[in-house]
């Protein structure tokens, strides 16, 4: 139950395409669900993260949409640049916090110039 | 310091031998927490601190995994007999807790813990 299962595992988009990564949870509990982007060898880095009061977060090209009755979330990456290549993970816990999140496995973002 | 900083950046121990990892979180962040992060997998939770509250060690995989810290300053992550299984990327990750709530966590770049 505490288990978040994201979608794609890789993914190869053009550059200026759209870049779309999706997750589903079963904890009805989660309240906090932050993206995160890693790049080798470095540390997850926050990326936008979303509340269940709304259904969708914008923030410059990248754009979390939640729908709490399918339990389901997801980012989508407009205009995808070759520097958005990455790893991202998505993330959810209880209490509206970042304490002891439950992570997904990861999609590794490949932008192609 | 600007960040969380880890060290030592990578570790290769022999099987059997123990390790001591040490994380030094954000200035004034009073949660802190470490994660677990295997070969092209997620993230796993293994253990919380917050002030000087008891922590959250509910994601440690075995009892010899431990840690501590020291009021809100520097955390080591120590594992004991190290066995291959233990291999990954030990990541740690600081906060501000504002009210009840643990506001953006901050990752290291981690540890790189290879047993041979």
């Known amino acids: 139950q505490q288990q978040v299962k994201q979608s794609p595992q890789s993914l190869i988009v053009q550059k200026g395409g759209i870049s779309i990564i999706n997750c589903a949870y079963e904890?009805?509990?989660?309240?906090?669900f932050p993206w995160y982007q890693q790049f080798p060898g470095k540390g997850p880095a926050l990326l936008i993260a979303?509340?269940?009061?709304?259904s969708e977060k914008k923030e410059g090209r990248f754009t979390i949409s939640f729908n709490k009755s399918a339990k389901q979330f997801s980012l989508h990456i407009m205009d995808s640049q070759p520097g958005d290549s990455a790893t991202y993970f998505c993330?959810?816990?209880?209490?509206?916090?970042?304490?002891?999140?439950?992570f997904g496995s990861g999609t590794q973002l490949t932008v192609l110039p | 310091g600007a960040g969380v900083s880890q060290s030592p950046s990578n570790k290769v121990t022999e099987k059997g031998k123990d390790v001591e990892l040490r994380c030094d979180p954000i200035?004034?962040?009073?949660?802190l927490y470490w994660y677990r992060q295997r070969l092209g997998q997620g993230l796993e939770f293994l253990i919380y601190?917050?002030?000087?509250?008891?922590?959250?060690k509910s994601g440690l995989p075995s009892d010899r995994f431990s840690a501590e810290r020291t009021g809100e300053s520097v955390s080591t992550l120590t594992i004991q007999r190290t066995q291959q299984e233990d291999s990954a990327v030990y990541l740690c990750?600081?906060?501000?807790?504002?009210?009840?709530?643990?506001?953006?966590?901050?990752f290291g770049q981690g540890t790189r813990l290879t047993v041979v």
């Open positions: 904890n009805t509990a989660f309240d906090y």
């Open positions: 993330a959810a816990s209880v209490s509206g916090s970042a304490r002891q999140l439950t």
């Open positions: 990750a600081s906060s501000l807790i504002v009210g009840t709530v643990n506001t953006e966590a901050f």
């Open positions: 200035s004034g962040h009073t949660a």
């Open positions: 979303i509340r269940p009061d709304v």
């Open positions: 601190f917050q002030g000087n509250s008891a922590p959250d």
